[in-house]
């Protein structure tokens, strides 16, 4: 297998592109400016299939086309780019088309599968290719954010029936999530925390834990060093026949970059976004979560862990099922919630009068808040302490995590 793919760095215009739907163009100027706007074609329909929430005004309708920014690209295309170790190893994989750091470089090589249904792709493929090069083996082309080690992965085709990373066109179905070397027990963690999550009726993906050695043919620089247990997580964002299903981050409808994900906005702004843009039911299931992070000590709910869906036609968003959660506290004992809830982060703060500060600058009913705080520490309990997949969890760690459960049910759960 073979493949032409243009040089990255000669790219200039990028087409925006929602499923099959042409919605916007990309270009960069000689002096590293990076543009974006709508298609006029895409503005006459008032701007549906919905992109972004952050090119929407309050009233409905398309805003006008962002500013162009230097050498950066706008906030929403800045957040479809891996963050930390995937960015290194997908930059040492394109390495000599991809220059490191160059965010613009990254999204061609990785803009035919990106998370949810945009997809960027040169302007014009048949004017830049280079035809008189040889043809190159395929390349992993998947993007996805968060700073630890993952692979978007194909399940049951490899030669021994295991995990494969998508070369070329592609597209994987799986999230492989591996350990780290810093925390032990992390997939465990995690994995627990999503089945205790399913457990008291949040929406979950479809996960289990595997071997590093079910893994085929993956490259050299994608590899980590940890040993343990992959964290295989079904993707929400991928049908069941390939198709892309739209979604997008808070710090994307905030139009905030990544590296601003813990400060660029408070959890009273996304209730309150939630409020409006989906329902008030789907902020009441935000409080459940953001109240389940707080029992089980879970300091990492960033704007980029939590995000829109946009399923059927795409026009309306829904609430993303629930991703990322594990408890930080055995490894951070000093951890606090990642953005500020009323002004406050720390979980031992977060009592009956900190929860109604936050239910007022939401707009949310006071009553209604503090009922979901007290029903969810309610029902932590009552499937937490025989949950089977607490076996996982290495024994120090889950003492850790029992010791946290048990201090922020009493803060919690009156
Ligand atoms: N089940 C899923 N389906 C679709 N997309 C997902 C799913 N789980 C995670 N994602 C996407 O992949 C990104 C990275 O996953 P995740 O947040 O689990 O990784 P992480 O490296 O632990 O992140 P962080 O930097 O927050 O620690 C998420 O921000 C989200 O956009
Ligand atoms: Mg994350």
């Known amino acids: ?221 994608f590899e980590t060093l940890s040993d343990g247990k992959v964290l295989l997580v079904k993707r929400f964002d991928r049908g069941a026949n390939g198709e892309r299903i739209h979604i997008e981050d808070f710090a994307q409808v905030f139009g905030i970059y990544p590296s601003r994900k813990y400060e660029g906005a408070a959890y009273h702004d996304i209730a309150a976004a939630l409020n409006v843009a989906v329902s008030s039911a789907a902020a009441l299931e935000f409080v459940r979560r953001l109240a389940l992070a707080a029992i089980t000590g879970n300091g990492d709910m960033h704007l980029k862990n939590w995000s829109l869906i946009y399923r059927g036609v795409g026009d309306k968003p829904q609430l993303a099922p629930v991703y990322d959660v594990l408890s930080t506290v055995p490894y951070i004992p000093a951890d606090a919630m990642a953005l500020s809830l009323a002004g406050e982060r720390r979980f031992k703060a977060l009592n009956a009068q900190r929860w109604k500060a936050f239910a007022n600058r939401a707009r949310l009913p006071e009553a209604a808040v503090l009922k979901t705080v007290v029903d969810t520490a309610e029902r932590v309990n009552e499937v937490w302490w025989s949950l089977p997949e607490r076996k996982a969890i290495p024994p120090k760690v889950l003492e850790r995590i029992d010791t946290h459960v048990r201090l922020m049910t009493a803060i919690l759960g009156t």
Do not use: C
Request: no cysteine; aromatic share 8%.
């Open 1 to 221: 297998m073979s493949e032409t793919f243009p040089d990255p760095r000669s790219i200039s215009s990028l087409e925006v592109l929602l499923n099959d739907l042409r919605v916007g163009t990309i270009i960069r100027t000689p002096g590293d400016f990076n543009a974006f706007s709508f298609e006029h074609s895409y503005r006459a329909t008032g701007g549906f299939p919905v992109l972004s929430l952050s090119f929407r005004t309050a009233t409905g309708g398309l805003r006008k086309d962002p500013k162009p920014v230097a050498r950066a690209l706008p906030a929403f295309f800045a957040n479809l780019l891996p963050e930390d170790k995937l960015r290194e190893a997908m930059e040492k994989h394109h390495a000599g088309s991809v220059r490191a750091g160059n965010d613009f470089d990254l999204l061609v090589a990785l803009g035919s599968d990106l998370p949810g249904a945009v997809r960027v792709v040169p302007s014009d493929r048949a004017i830049v290719r280079l035809d008189n090069l040889p043809a190159h083996k395929p390349k992993a082309r998947f993007s996805l954010a968060g700073v630890q080690m993952k692979l978007s992965v194909i399940k049951n085709t490899g030669k021994g029936g295991g995990l494969t990373l998508p070369l070329g066109d592609d597209q994987g179905s799986y999230i492989a999530k591996y350990p780290s070397t810093s925390f032990p027990g992390v997939s465990e963690n995690e994995y627990a925390n999503l089945a205790l999550a399913e457990a008291i009726g949040m929406e979950v993906p479809e996960r289990e834990l595997v071997e590093q050695s079910e893994f085929e043919g993956i490259p050299k620089e």
